[in-house]
DNA sequence: GGACAATATGGGATCGATCTCACATCGGAG
DNA sequence: CTCCGATGTGAGATCGATCCCATATTGTCC
């Protein structure tokens, strides 16, 4: 591997102005630039990225810690991170977490130790005390993305999830639908909670309380979503409509209702949240909340590369729009 | 941040034999090693792994790069990965080809100038050929995953293809079926090469040729099963079984025979290939070949750490036996 | 013509580790 | 008592870049 000396011997100059050359910085001579970038492609020179970093405290790389890539929610926000990044011509680094606080820590260790310029988190829980710390010490910019806030953080990107709520239970409401059920996840999962504020802020609209529909807390999971609505039909609960809160919830619930012969949307309508990877393949296709994933993942390695511009800048936050996506799982209330 | 020399002043030793405690190599006395270990803990000391890898040479990091990581199917091999080098302490990069030969070498020679210790690859085509001269040259190992071949390889990973074909066809004459259409995949994809020579197989088990079913060339995308399906059915057809290429196309597949009032699997049985994520979620649930993404994955990467160990060894190659996953959308041929 | 800023170039310290080599000490064998 | 291998330790070169600083060489203005 030829090594900037190498290029320098070629051109008959020094290191130094190798190196303004390769970074195009400081003051070089038109005659010894192109002599030097002659020697550059005649060598095939690729400058040290391990030796550039550790020089120069810049590696040119960018973290990021989220629960699980193996999943189809969460590759699809590694796949806006990734848009960022190589844009500004970064390289990215992608671990998971597991939503086990020592995994996290491991891997978010492991990111400060590789020299990250910055990193991007989303996490099922706070940080470890010790691992903040270390970030701190290390000075690097920190975005948080989703649930968890973070002393560390420097930014922030969530998704409007009371605004996507709100929307999905107005929906069935302008499609005459009262008697309504909310399947709602994990109480301690601030997503939960934003979204029971917005289901409340759609009733209110319409001079409803929560008192006027039925909602089950459980868990974001599909099985739940089956348990649930078979249980409500067991006990001869009447309903018309049924708000899951994500998509997971909703194909169980698709499920439970074609299993007690109810038909969806005549008898019974359904929306989701998420507009997961699954929503469209349904039966019938899933009208949902869509959450633009990607986006999300996008704006917020965007917000982190900028941080790095900036390093005394004041924390900034940015809440993703949702969009409410028509398919076939919900109509007019039946009297 | 803690240096080395910071812990050998506090140790009152000298730098290498703190290095030494940390590497665990070499002749250390036991009272030196405890103080050195105490210095250690006391400053928060963690090597610099940029400083280590430039002069070692070995970066504890392994590259890799696949199609498309945003897609659930690369999420879930990216899983595996992730497992097996997690497994053995090494990091793990992950970068997205789209599958455009010049996106692909740039995420390469980034990974070689990043000095990964070796590279997984999973890629539609073969590698560029100044890209292959460049692996070669900085002596990385690479393992392929999947399609294909490559000179520089050391090793390769691939799916049964063959015999996942061969055991749907097979499944379906079982139950009956001898009108039987199969919609294939990119005529130039060596996966559809080998899921039609196991087609054939398995006909010629029963005595039958590839005359005897109707063949349909296409892409590996629903939108083509529906339309394929959709034609065949316009055209009168007769059958009473479908294979499809992948799960993208049944999907595409159980759509169009809904549409057309044919109910599944009691006028027509469908199989898939892939298992995918949405396979479940289909109506009815999809039978199908699993392939065990996460543990192609995982085998990779376990084959390229093991290279690692061992500079000249003989190239090798596994192949990843599927599984029929029997679910409710195939059943016995109606007469 | 001298002062000073702008332009151009190279020398050498530095980043934080690894690793070779030289050297010291010790114990046991011959 | 000497020799030698095993054990223990440190000095210093090295990996491949960046970047500060010293030193020319210009050109321009008063």
Request: glycine share 8%; with cysteine.
């Amino acid at each position: 591997m030829a090594t900037i000396d190498d290029v320098s011997k070629r051109a008959g100059v020094s290191r130094s102005t190798v190196s303004r050359v390769v970074a195009d910085n400081g003051y070089v001579s038109e005659e010894k630039r192109r002599a030097i970038q002659q020697a550059i492609a005649e060598l095939g020179y690729r400058p040290n990225t391990l030796a550039q970093a550790l020089r120069s405290n810049r590696s040119n790389m960018i973290g990021a810690v989220v629960v699980d890539v193996g999943t189809p929610y969460f590759a699809n926000m590694v796949y806006g991170l990734q848009r960022a990044t190589r844009r500004a011509g970064k390289a990215l680094m992608v671990s998971s977490g597991y939503a086990d606080q020592d995994e996290e820590a491991r891997a978010i260790i492991e990111l400060v130790d590789r020299s990250c310029d910055g990193i991007l988190l989303y996490l099922e829980r706070p940080v470890r005390p010790d691992v903040v710390e270390i970030i701190r010490a290390a000075r690097i910019p920190v975005v948080m993305i989703g649930r968890m806030g973070c002393e560390v953080a420097r930014g922030s990107v969530q998704l409007d999830n009371f605004g996507g709520a709100r929307a999905a239970v107005t929906f069935l409401l302008q499609q005459g639908h009262r008697r309504i059920v909310h399947l709602s996840g994990q109480a301690d999962f601030g997503d939960t909670v934003a979204r029971l504020e917005g289901v409340e802020a759609a009733l209110r609209d319409y001079g409803l309380t929560m008192t006027d529909i039925r909602v089950v807390n459980g868990i974001f999971h599909q099985d739940f979503g089956y348990s649930a609505t078979s249980k409500l039909l067991d006990e001869g609960h009447d309903f018309t409509a049924i708000f899951a809160g994500d998509d997971d919830m909703a194909a169980g619930v698709l499920l439970a209702l074609r299993h007690a012969g109810k038909s969806v949307p005549s008898d019974v309508s359904v929306i989701g949240f998420d507009d997961a990877f699954h929503a469209r393949h349904l039966w019938p296709p899933l009208t949902t909340i869509r959450q633009p994933v990607d986006e999300i993942g996008e704006t917020a390695a965007d917000m982190l590369l900028q941080l790095l511009g900036e390093p005394g800048s004041a924390a900034r936050q940015t809440i993703i729009d949702t969009e409410l996506v028509v398919r076939d799982s919900v109509g007019p209330a039946r009297h």
